[in-house]
């Protein structure tokens, strides 16, 4: 058993030196680990006897979970602060998270200021938009889970911008996913980013609702797709693919969806993207309304719309795409710790690297542990929402 592959808090020692309050996490047996059923803080002497009666002569002692009274562990504040503290310098994923985190920010203030000029009237560029797409297809490419870490990381009072950026971002990873032309994919980015741009002229009283809108309310929300309509025209050089997932990201095939109604084949596969991205992230995002779903609960929502709503092919392609537990997303393992879906490449999707930061059962944060679940016994035994756990995973992103 090795479930803290990278983690240097658990020790090998001799039976002879165990002392009450150390974490027992496994026996040594021909010099690999045996996980133990029962793993816990040795709770007296007797237990310590018991374990060489059994002829146990060395164990491994988890030194982060023993307590302070077994001597093993430096006093240190038990704090539910951030743990990254004096983190040592960047490794290669934190450059590129880094480097995510400065694409994400770049595209808030765009959108942010693309928001306020449209809603005094200037007209929108579209070049700055193609920047930001190229960016982003540039390090899905390079290395979709740093991108895919930082994105999953919201705010609750950014939701309009961080779903505009969240939504391109999809619909890059799912058109790679396809084998979709980059050049395709791009304009289906630029789309993306674009989307819910009718919404300016939205009453704000509406827009940020901290409750679900009364029916009322709903029609005036849906006109943000007519209003789109004339923001579109007005932009030089958007292309029709953009335009698309723009204005038809609330059309369903049935034809019951607006603002045209359109049916069936008049809406293309883009659209039809547009329309899966753009419920899965309104899903999984925290509103102050609403919890955030987990991805396998918005998975399902998604599979009961189709096939009148949604394209049954795209949304199945779709769930494989993004994968049952997406990197970023929190999962609870079947010791009770909880991590952030580190790595995925190369993976069975149910193996990923969980970066483990909290324990359900000690309710405290844990030294921070990449736990390798192709190596390890362990396993995912659910996914987490967000705002379902009672601490902040923010600091471990
Ligand atoms: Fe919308």
């Known amino acids: 058993m090795s479930d803290s592959t990278e983690s240097a808090n658990v020790i090998k020692i001799p039976v002879s030196k165990l002392s009450v309050g150390m974490f027992v996490t496994a026996f040594d047996q021909n010099n690999s680990q045996m996980a133990i059923s029962n793993a816990g803080q040795i709770k007296n002497r007797q237990a310590i006897t018991t374990l060489v009666k059994n002829g ?44 995510a985190k400065k694409i994400l920010a770049e595209a808030k203030c765009l959108i942010q200021k693309v928001m306020s000029e449209t809603f005094e009237g200037k007209a929108i560029e579209v070049e700055p938009f193609a920047e930001i797409a190229d960016k982003m297809i540039e390090s899905v490419v390079g290395d979709a889970d740093a991108f895919k870490c930082i994105s999953a990381l919201r705010t609750k009072d950014a939701y309009l911008l961080e779903h505009s950026i969240n939504v391109a971002f999809l619909l890059v990873t799912f058109g790679r996913h396809l084998n979709i032309d980059n050049a395709l994919v791009k304009q289906m980015a630029i789309g993306g980013i674009l989307h819910d741009i009718g919404k300016v002229n939205v009453d704000t009283t509406i827009l940020q609702k901290p409750a679900k809108l009364t029916p009322e309310e709903f029609e005036k929300m849906k006109l943000h797709q007519v209003y789109a ?39 293309p596969q883009h ?3 547009g329309c899966i991205v753009d419920i899965y992230d309104a899903l999984t995002a925290t509103r102050c309304y609403k919890e955030a779903m987990s991805p396998a609960a918005a998975f399902k929502v998604l599979i009961s719309l189709t096939p009148h709503h949604l394209d049954q092919k795209l949304v199945y392609e779709f769930i494989r795409c993004v994968g049952i537990y997406p990197v970023g997303s929190l999962v609870q393992l079947s010791d009770d710790r909880v991590g952030i879906v580190w790595d995925s490449k190369g993976r069975n999707p149910l193996n990923p690297i969980v970066k483990c930061f909290y324990s359900l059962k000690h309710k405290r944060y844990t030294k921070v542990a990449f736990v390798d679940l192709k190596k390890s016994e362990l396993n995912i035994e659910r996914g987490v929402s967000p705002s379902s756990l009672e601490a902040d995973p923010s600091p471990f992103y």
């Open 229 to 267: 309509i004339d923001i579109m025209k007005d932009i030089e050089g958007l292309s029709q693919t953009s335009i698309d997932v723009c204005l038809m990201h609330h059309e369903k095939l049935d034809g019951t969806g607006y603002p045209k109604g359109l049916i069936d084949e008049q809406i």
């Open 56 to 99: 146990i002569k060395t164990v491994w002692v988890d030194v982060e979970r023993s307590s302070e009274a077994s001597g093993l562990k430096k006093k240190e504040p038990r704090t539910t602060s951030n743990p990254l503290r004096g983190k040592p310098a960047l490794n290669p994923r934190d450059i590129k998270q880094k480097h």
């Open 271 to 273: 659209g039809r993207m």
